[in-house]
């Protein structure tokens, strides 16, 4: 429970299929970025100082790849698989950068399902409001773990 909102159980492996598939449409706002690049305590001018990008070949403010990755991995906790899930890992690139102010279309579907060690692969698409690819690849994710109760043996002392 965090601050005192329930979270329920995303997907466990045994309920998951090949083709399984989620998309989430994000808008890059200033305080996106002002708060990603505070809590990495990146100062990178493509990212922080029109001027400077403008001086640049990438000509406005750029999005840090970081930011992108952080919102699949928000994407795979809160949807699918859902609350559990856990990054194993990520093999992820960015053909085109993204810029500050873009409307994002991120796209996974679950691809494949390792019976032995339960976790699974999702493709990862990224697109923008003009049809650009910024971020593709491949991300491992462990799947919630069936939940034990706390409580089956609560009693057994009395």
């Excluded at 305590?41 to 790849?65: C, G, I």
């Excluded at 690819?133 to 057994?156: C, F, M, N, S």
Aim: some cysteine.
């Amino acid at each position: 429970m965090i601050l005192g909102k329930r979270t329920d159980p995303g997907r466990t492996w045994e309920r998951l299929s090949v083709g399984d598939r989620t998309e989430e449409v994000r808008k890059v706002h200033d305080k996106d970025l002002l708060l990603y690049l505070g809590a990495t305590d990146n100062t990178n001018p493509l990212f922080l100082q029109s001027q400077y990008a403008e001086q640049t070949p990438y000509s406005r403010l750029l999005v840090p790849v970081g930011l992108l990755t952080g919102w699949v991995e928000s994407i795979l906790s809160e949807k699918l698989p859902g609350a559990g899930s856990l990054l194993r890992e990520q093999r992820l690139s960015c053909p085109k950068p993204a810029w500050l102010g873009s409307t994002l279309r991120l796209e996974l579907e679950l691809t494949y399902k390792d019976r032995e060690q339960k976790w699974v692969t999702f493709s990862v698409r990224g697109t923008d409001g003009e049809g650009r690819k910024v971020l593709e690849g491949e991300v491992d994710v462990i799947p919630p773990q069936p939940r034990t109760d706390w409580l089956k043996h609560a009693y057994e002392n009395f």
